[in-house]
C-alpha cells in the first residue's frame, strides 16, 4: 500500500508565475479531492473528482486555478499567474466510494506552495 | 453552512496526562465526523472517524464521542505521550457532497 502522492513536496516560485501539482490517489479509488490549507487554520475544500468528473468546484476555485484528472488516475491541480496569497499547503485526498453513503479519506503528504 | 469550531487552540500538558479537545459544530445534518492528526508540516492522519449512527469509537488511547443533538465531539487522550504532540483537526462530512469541512484544529504539546 504506497498510500496517495504528491508531488512536489515543495514549490517555490515567483509572482505571475504557473505551477503545476501533481496527485497520484490509492490504487482503484474512485474519488480524488483537493483541499488548501493556509498557516493556522483548517483545510479548506477546492474540488473534487469521481472518476475522471469533477462534480464540484468550490467558490475559493478562482479562474486561475485548474484541474483535471485524465482517465480517472492521477489529478493535477494548476495555478496560472500566481499571487503571493496563493501561498499554502496543497493537499490531496483519495477515497473509494462503493456502496456505502459515505468514504473515508486518505490524504496525501501534500505540496508547500510559497510564492515570492 | 457548516461552521466548525476546536477549543482551545492550543493546550500544553505534562506527559502521563489525561486530556480532552472540544469540536462544535452548527448543522447536525451529519454523516460522520473524523479526528486528524497532523504533524508540522506534514499531511493528515485519520484517527478515528464516528458515523453519524454511533456514539463514540475507541482506537488505544484515543476515545472520541458524538453528540449530534448538541453539535458536539470529544476526543480523549489517555496518558498523553511526547509523541502525542501534534495539531488535531475535526472534520465532518455534510450534506450532499463528500467534502469535509475542518476545524481550525487544537495544537497541542505534551512535554517530559
Known amino acids: 500500500d504506497t498510500g496517495v502522492s504528491q508531488d512536489p513536496r515543495h514549490k517555490i516560485t515567483k509572482r505571475g508565475q504557473n505551477v503545476t501539482f501533481r496527485c497520484d490517489p490509492i490504487s482503484e479509488h474512485n474519488r480524488l479531492y483537493w483541499y488548501r490549507q493556509t498557516l493556522g487554520q483548517g483545510p479548506e475544500f477546492l474540488t473534487y473528482f469521481q472518476n475522471e468528473a469533477q462534480l464540484e468546484k468550490s467558490r475559493l476555485l478562482s479562474d486561475r486555478f485548474s484541474a483535471e484528472r485524465p482517465k480517472g488516475s492521477f489529478s493535477t491541480l494548476e495555478i496560472q499567474r500566481t499571487e503571493q496569497g496563493d501561498s499554502a499547503m496543497y493537499l490531496c485526498?483519495?477515497?473509494?466510494?462503493?456502496?456505502?453513503?459515505?468514504?473515508?479519506?486518505?490524504f496525501g503528504p501534500g505540496t508547500r506552495l510559497t510564492v515570492l | 453552512k457548516q461552521e466548525v469550531t476546536q477549543i482551545p487552540a492550543a493546550l500544553s500538558v505534562p506527559e502521563g496526562e489525561n486530556l480532552v479537545l472540544n469540536c462544535s459544530f452548527t448543522d447536525s445534518a451529519i454523516y460522520n465526523l473524523q479526528w486528524f492528526r497532523q504533524d508540522p508540516g506534514k499531511g493528515l492522519t485519520s484517527l478515528l472517524l464516528?458515523?453519524?449512527?454511533?456514539r463514540e469509537q475507541t482506537s488505544g488511547r484515543l476515545n472520541a464521542s458524538l453528540d449530534k443533538s448538541s453539535g458536539r465531539s470529544t476526543l480523549y487522550i489517555a496518558a498523553s505521550q511526547p509523541g502525542d504532540s501534534a495539531t488535531y483537526l475535526c472534520?465532518?462530512?455534510?450534506?450532499?457532497?463528500?467534502?469535509?469541512?475542518f476545524g481550525t484544529g487544537t495544537r497541542l504539546q505534551v512535554t517530559l
Open positions: 472534520a465532518l462530512l455534510t450534506g450532499t457532497a463528500s467534502k469535509l469541512t
Open positions: 485526498a483519495s477515497s473509494f466510494l462503493g456502496r456505502a453513503l459515505t468514504d473515508t479519506q486518505y
Open positions: 464516528i458515523q453519524s449512527s454511533q
